[in-house]
């Protein structure tokens, strides 16, 4: 039973690489999410996507991309990344009656 | 919008006592639903219990127990018997539905320390 699955598990990048965050569940969800943590903070949600086809932004959607590919799939990709994106991302997917399930998060650096 | 608030940063208790987490919160929809997550340092997000914005009962799960006071706007955690395992970071969620589905938004957490 996979649950959430994310992919890479630690990245580091340079400043104004380019990445991409890959999320896929395996319970036929149709509401999945990308959050980021900084150290000792909450989780803020970036976008989410309510279902296949549809994504809107959360709190903080600036310097993201995301792609909800099909029912499975969400991804998150930077475009130029910053220092400031220096942080763990979680995935995260959730049914109509369910809590949200999470994937086990991707730490990523940007130097 | 929908905003999750917890005002304690970091909470100490002595093992075996029981301890309460206070979440408030603040939305405009009439249907919600509010969700408690551990996170230890390993980092994963653990479910903890969830309550509906019209269910009638304040939700149990073993040792957890979610005191709901609907007109208060609060939804605070209360763990009781408290073990060392217990120390972890705990957030408050709350779904809740605007015109384009359903987001899940988190509060900034509370540090729980379990004290020997």
């Known amino acids: 039973n996979a649950g959430v699955t994310q992919t890479p598990k630690f990245q580091v990048l340079k400043t104004g690489q380019s990445m991409t965050l890959q999320c896929a569940q395996d319970?036929?969800?149709?509401?999945m999410y990308w959050y980021r943590q900084d150290p000792g903070m909450g989780l803020r949600l970036i976008y989410y996507?309510?279902?296949?086809?549809?994504?809107d932004k959360g709190e903080v959607p600036n310097g993201y991309n995301v792609s909800r590919l099909n029912k499975r799939e969400f991804s998150l990709r930077l475009e130029s990344a910053a220092p400031s994106q220096t942080s763990v991302y979680f995935c995260?997917?959730?049914?109509?009656?369910?809590?949200?399930?999470f994937g086990q998060g991707t730490r990523l650096t940007v130097v | 919008a929908q905003k999750i608030t917890q005002t304690q940063p970091g909470m100490f208790v002595q093992e075996k006592e029981a301890v309460t987490l206070d979440c408030t919160y603040d939305t405009s929809d009439p249907s919600y639903g509010l969700f408690w997550y551990k996170q230890p340092s390993s980092g994963e997000m653990i479910f903890l219990i969830y309550q509906g914005s019209y269910d009638q009962q304040n939700a149990t799960e073993g040792r957890y127990s979610l005191n709901f006071q609907k007109a208060r706007k609060s939804a605070n955690l209360v763990i009781s018997a408290s073990q060392l395992g217990d120390s972890a970071m705990y957030f408050c969620?709350?779904?809740?539905?605007?015109?384009?589905?359903?987001?899940?938004?988190f509060g900034g957490g509370t540090r729980l320390m379990v004290k020997p």
């Open positions: 319970m036929n969800h149709n509401s």
């Open positions: 996507s309510a279902s296949e086809g549809t994504t």
């Open positions: 969620a709350m779904r809740g539905r605007n015109n384009a589905g359903n987001m899940l938004t």
């Open positions: 995260a997917s959730r049914g109509p009656n369910t809590e949200a399930f």
